[in-house]
């Protein structure tokens, strides 16, 4: 872990439980989700693809692009079952009751994207997911902030956007897809961490999980992101309180859009060296998956370099960061959480992905 610092500190206060009541025709996520989009080919070779997939510690597909029809979706409901992989079936064409169901099922993959207009509609898709599957996830990813505000968005900022998707639909996991720009002279990661913010809120103000979306490939603009910045990119997340993290992409799209490099897994089946990079990474945060869970956001701080860390974190568990005059300067990420038993929880990220970091950590507990 050279180019980040993360850690969990639990502190013990005295603040009782507050059971949470939920309606049992809803979905209720029960574990940390590490997904993707781009599901690989339904063929002769699918048994060992989904083996790949779970030795690299995912725990959730989302299909629709390979499992593009009743039989393959059903393949990869039993592969999923069989490897311990929940599973979106994305067949939107298709009456509700007719979708493929199953033990791995999580739910429906149903829209991609969709305009502000759009919602009415997608509150009717989410409702039929319900009548005809109680307990599954009618599932919708949105748009970034960078999206054109009428064009995409259909609203005039991206708050608004999300608010509306979230009064108007009833969702019942949030999320979105952001890919921040790496590059010298343009840095997309405030971008990145002002969108989780936005969930984040919505998240906690509905009572309900958040996922997003992270860059995982070249293409377009963006250059093929190192191991560190796939980091950044989920401690980040992490730091807001997503309860999903999800791969773009793991299997390489078709389309001129995608000429460099490849994803996690080439369209001509190899690995790339972001495989193995996913492996560790998700590693970590399936490990960490189960307290993950447990976990409600309270607050999120950061520390730049040309701010005193005790003015920033007041009222924070971390009272204080010190660091020697040979490291750099304090730049971090910190979320702060309470836990299901009342203890608190803190989630200190280095925001450098290029540079370690060895801060004191100076807690307002013994």
Known sequence: MGDFVAFTALLLISLGTVAQERD????????????????????????????????????LVLGGFSANTPEKAGQQLELCEKYGLKNLVTLPHIPAEDRPDGPACWGYGLRDEPNASEF?????????????????????????????????????????????FVDEVDPDVLCMDHYPIFKPDQDGRDGY?????????HALRKNIPFWNFFNAMPYGPHTDP????????????????????????????VGDEFPKGGALITRDDRRTSKWYAARRLNEQVKNLGPTLMQLTSTSVYRVTPDCDPQEVL???????????????????????????????????????????????VEFDAP
């Not at 961490?193 to 809120?201: G, I, K, N, P, T």
Request: charged share 25%; with cysteine.
């Open 120 to 164: 009415p509609k997608m509150r009717e898709l989410v409702d039929e997911v319900r009548a005809a599957r109680p307990g599954k996830l009618g599932y919708i990813n949105l748009f970034p902030s960078y999206a054109s505000p009428w064009g995409q968005l259909g609203t005039e900022t991206y708050e608004e956007y999300v608010r509306r």
């Open 24 to 59: 049992i025709e809803r979905f209720v996520q029960d574990r940390f989700a590490i997904g993707f989009w781009v599901d690989p080919p339904m063929d002769e070779h699918a048994e060992a693809r989904y083996k790949e997939i779970a030795e690299a510690h995912f725990t």
């Open 226 to 253: 190192t191991e560190s910045q796939m980091r950044w990119q989920i401690y980040a997340s992490l730091a807001y309180g997503a309860k999903g993290i999800l791969y773009f992409c793991y299997y390489t799209p």
């Open 314 to 360: 007041g009222g924070a568990p971390i009272r204080n960061l010190e660091r020697a005059a040979v490291d750099p300067p304090h730049d971090y990420l910190i979320g702060v959480f309470q836990h299901a038993d009342g203890r608190r929880a803190a989630l200190l990220v280095n925001y450098r992905f290029a540079f370690s970091a060895w801060p004191t």
């Open 193 to 201: 961490c002002a969108d989780l913010e936005v969930m984040r809120r």
